[in-house]
């Protein structure tokens, strides 16, 4: 079937209206809000490609350094970071610290198997045979602080 010119793309190329979803790489990461010289943080799940205070998929906490008492200073839901992180989301290293304080421990993943490395340093030896003869051979010894050749 030809269609002429006039035949909006849209009409042209069939577009499905149920996409897949996209599999997203999430951070768990702290965003700042408050004022100058009184930070206030929260604890949210974000896509890693997206700003720091940009587009957040879910907030879990709250982190206050400025708090005067220390049970005042960091608040997690449990529960909903250990789900995030049993998706795939990586916590970041501040992250982590909170957890920590809050009790939260996050599940150990195994390292990644390597195999083992190949030694690939060859011992240095002198060429057999240089230039045309005993002068060459001599030379080089001395060049290279081996002394005189026992020849």
């Known amino acids: ?23 997203l790489a999430v951070k768990l990461r702290l965003t ?11 604890v949210c799940a974000a896509d890693s490609r997206s700003k720091r205070d940009g587009r957040v998929i879910e907030t879990m906490g ?11 200073q960091v608040s997690l839901d449990a529960e909903r970071v250990l ?26 993943r195994a390292p990644k ?11 240095f030896a002198p060429p057999k045979r240089i230039g045309n003869g005993r002068k060459a051979k001599a030379k080089w010894h001395a060049k290279h602080g081996a002394g005189k050749s026992a020849s």
Request: glycine share 4%.
């Open 1 to 23: 079937m030809i269609f002429g010119p006039r035949v909006p793309r849209a009409l042209r190329e069939p577009r499905t209206l149920v996409q897949e979803p996209i599999p």
């Open 32 to 42: 700042r809000f408050g004022r100058l010289n009184l930070p206030t943080y929260r």
């Open 62 to 72: 709250y982190y206050l350094p400025t708090a005067k008492r220390e049970q005042d």
């Open 83 to 108: 789900y995030w992180i049993s998706v795939g989301a990586q916590p970041s290293s501040t992250v982590l610290h909170l957890m920590k304080r809050c009790g939260i421990e996050a599940p150990k």
């Open 113 to 123: 198997a390597r195999a083992p490395r190949k030694k690939t340093t060859v011992k």
